[in-house]
């Protein structure tokens, strides 16, 4: 009798080990983070159009210092833009330098932010712009600069609190215009 005790009391310590172990692991499960599904992470670029730093499309394109795009691909964005250009009818039109630039690779929109440098290409005049937010909406094919933007042309320079440019009737729009500059024939 005394070796049938002895197993009833090692079947009941085995099955209190057993039910303190599977408790512990419920407890402690979960307690580190998973890691994200591979086709959840985002997309690091360090080169463009993706090729040695260049992004583009038929709209626009950018040279950049670094990149980054959704997991689905359709949005990202881009640090340290330079030399990025925005095409009118299929040739290049403006020049553009920006901090970051948020892109919707779906609709070819993109917002531009920071210190925004925008020249236009070939300008006989040399003008250039200047401000902090700049939005291009593809399918209207507008420009948009809503914040102030400091227009230089030579040693002069005009301060616009808005400009938008439809690229498609060839219209530009002033907000409040202060400020001088000689205009030139």
């Known amino acids: 009798m005394p ?6 009391r090692l079947a009941l310590a085995a099955g209190v080990a057993l039910g303190i172990y599977v408790i512990v692991e419920i407890v402690l499960a979960g307690g ?23 992004i583009a499309t038929k709209s626009w394109s950018f040279d950049y210092d670094h ?19 925005v095409f009118r009818k299929g040739k290049p039109y403006l020049r553009i330098s920006a901090k970051h630039v948020q892109l919707n690779i779906q609709s070819l929109d993109f917002t531009a932010v920071g210190k ?3 020249e236009r290409i070939d300008d006989p ?12 909406t593809n399918d209207a094919k507008i420009l948009r600069m809503p914040h102030p933007a ?6 002069q320079t005009l301060r616009i609190d808005g400009i938008s440019v439809n690229f498609d009737d060839d219209t530009v729009h002033f907000g409040k215009v202060s400020g001088g500059v000689d205009v030139a024939r």
């Open 116 to 118: 925004v440098h925008i």
């Open 32 to 54: 580190g983070t998973p890691p994200l599904p591979p086709g959840q992470t985002p997309i690091d670029l360090r080169g463009g159009h993706v090729l040695n730093n260049h």
């Open 125 to 136: 005049q040399r003008r250039a712009f200047d401000t902090d937010l700049v939005t291009w």
């Open 3 to 8: 070796r049938r005790v002895w197993r009833k």
């Open 67 to 85: 990149a980054r795009l959704a997991p689905d691909g359709l949005s990202g964005s881009v640090d340290g833009v330079r030399n990025g250009i």
């Open 150 to 155: 400091y227009v230089h042309s030579g040693s």
